[in-house]
């Protein structure tokens, strides 16, 4: 019994020990009622409600959700963020305190816990949200308004993570838990007390699906394709619309499918149709590997091994190197230059959002200094400034602009007229992506490939080329199998013991141009899931459980 009293006092000093421990920085002030009342309480709300005219009555309770509808929770707490974590490590300093921690999110379902996250440090809570100093927050789990935020991808992962599994069709209980948490380093996590808490009944109902929703599209006339007349199973297409049209298959847009030549398949969703103009983001890069071997064709540029040198008079960029002036356009095509620039690295200086807000990206490229662990040449590390660098080269060396050479040499003889380039902020056509697009448009390209270079009779692209890219130049490191050409992606599907090997155009958000290697098919799927971790998953989903089992059954 004494050994029980001393552990409880022990506890109950350490309590008071933490309580004294003096904020690091002086928090704003609680003035508002409503936050006052609520201090410790996550509340959920149906939209962007600002603070000051948020209400009581606007308190979510019940809340109907689908993937078309905003759920928002406004935190109200009784300290900072950053207090909160100087409670765990009174000896860090501000700076690194903020470096080292930020806020734990628990999401319980029906009382059982599903998934938990400490969001990245550098998550913050809106541009006028400072954590070291604000007591309230908001954040949208879901938005149908073109939010692009760290916490509705978490609540993505929620969903991947067993959350979708737990909010079946029904009521459910959705509980929010948030706590402060330090990261010092691999072996010491330090998660404080729960800082506030919050409960919503949630509705789920799967949405109403109709026959024209599931039905196999029509292909209207005027397509600039002559139609398939093959056969394939159309239940599998209608359990595809199906899938789409209950959102299990997320924000697709279009579906199209050429076989032998000819138009299969042309099905469009989510508000698309045949005249809309898709955002592939880097599927456009692919772009740039054509023009280069047009360019090459018609003599304006060598070849793909020539060094920058040629282009560019380095010595008056930053960070000269030797190994810079030696980087060549084929290391640029297959992403293996030795530039210090990597996209799946935030923390590295040539990540592409580093690039963006500069006002020459030009220039942001050829600065970077090189990485002295790597060789040009010898390891794939996808590089959209390299992409930047190939239009900016294209656009020097081709007569009048890169704009006008691609209309004239490849989208005219394609009779290709709708499509929309982004620029570079010198206007050069941006290289990097984001060239749009008719989803039958995307099809006459991969086709062009498929046809080895040759559209209706006439050489496009040389056959040298072609086969140049869509050859295995590197492997892609920690992906079993998977290469990459010039600009060009390459994987294999195996279905039930069988493989089929694809070059592919890829890009953000679940947009993807299959040419099947050994198969007579070219496939084109389109959509919106920008930043979702599902958007490629699904893309290989359709391709594997329905599309090649309804075209090859």
């Not at 207090?83 to 319980?108: D, I, M, R, T, W």
């Not at 046809?451 to 692209?461: A, T």
Request: glycine residues 6%.
């Amino acid at each position: 019994m004494k050994q029980i009293l001393i552990i409880l006092f022990s506890a109950l000093m350490s309590l008071k020990t933490v309580g004294q421990i003096k904020d690091i920085i002086t928090p704003e002030i609680i003035t508002n009622p409503l936050h006052q009342a609520n201090i410790g309480r996550i509340t959920f709300m149906a939209s962007n409600i600002p603070l000051n005219v948020y209400k009581k009555e606007d308190f979510l309770s019940t809340f109907e959700l689908s993937h078309k509808s905003s759920l928002n929770v406004r935190v109200f707490m009784a300290n900072s963020v950053t207090n909160y974590l100087h409670q765990l490590a009174p000896e860090l300093s501000l700076e690194e305190l903020v470096k080292s921690g930020n806020l734990q999110f628990s999401f319980f379902v029906d009382g059982n816990l599903i998934y938990k996250e400490n969001i990245h440090h550098g998550c913050n809570f809106g541009s006028s949200v400072n954590k070291n100093t604000a007591t309230t927050f908001r954040v949208p789990l879901t938005s149908t308004t073109g939010e692009d935020w760290w916490a509705m991808y978490m609540w993505d992962r929620f969903k991947v993570n067993g959350g979708e599994k737990a909010l079946s069709e029904g009521k459910h209980y959705l509980k929010i838990e948030l706590r402060p948490y330090l990261k010092l380093n691999d072996s010491d996590l330090r998660v404080g007390e729960m800082i506030a808490k919050g409960e919503v009944e949630l509705l789920i109902k799967s949405p109403v699906i109709t026959k024209e929703q599931i039905a196999v599209q029509a292909i209207a006339p005027n397509s600039g394709w002559e139609v398939s007349k093959d056969r394939y199973d159309t239940q599998k297409i209608e359990a595809l619309n199906t899938a789409i049209a209950k959102y299990e298959l997320k924000q697709i847009t279009s579906i199209v499918v050429i076989k032998d030549n000819k138009l299969l398949l042309e099905e469009y969703f989510n508000d698309a149709n045949r005249n809309t103009l898709h955002d592939p983001r880097s599927a456009g890069k692919s772009f740039a590997s054509t023009m280069m071997g047009i360019a090459i064709k018609d003599g304006y540029i060598n070849n793909e091994n020539q060094p920058l040198k040629n282009f560019y008079d380095l010595k008056k960029y930053a960070n000269y190197a030797d190994n810079k002036s030696e980087v060549t356009i084929k290391n640029l095509l297959t992403m293996s230059s030795a530039f210090e620039g990597s996209d799946s690295d935030g923390d590295s200086p040539g990540n592409e959002e580093n690039m963006y807000p500069t006002d020459n990206w030009v220039k942001f490229t050829l600065d970077l200094p090189m990485n002295n662990h790597k060789k040009n040449g010898a390891q794939w590390d996808y590089f959209t400034a390299g992409v930047v660098l190939l239009g900016d080269i294209l656009n020097k060396s081709v007569p009048e602009s890169l704009e006008k050479y691609s209309d004239q040499k490849l989208f005219k003889p394609l009779n290709i007229t709708q499509y929309q380039w982004q620029y570079t902020p010198q206007k050069v056509v941006n290289t990097a992506g984001s060239l749009q697009m008719r989803a039958i448009d995307y099809a006459k390209y991969a086709q062009l490939y498929k046809n080895k270079g040759k559209w209706k009779g006439k050489q496009i692209i040389p056959t040298d080329w072609v086969a140049k890219t869509l050859t295995k130049q590197i492997q892609i490191p920690e992906r079993e199998n998977e290469h990459y050409g010039y600009l060009f992606w390459n994987k294999t599907y195996s279905i039930e013991g069988k493989n089929y090997e694809v070059f592919y155009c890829a890009g953000n958000g679940g947009n993807e141009f299959l040419i099947f290697k050994d198969l007579p098919l070219v496939i084109i799927i389109t959509g919106k899931a920008y930043n979702k971790p599902y958007a490629h998953p699904q893309v290989d989903k359709i391709v594997k459980e329905y599309l090649l089992p309804a075209i090859l059954f």
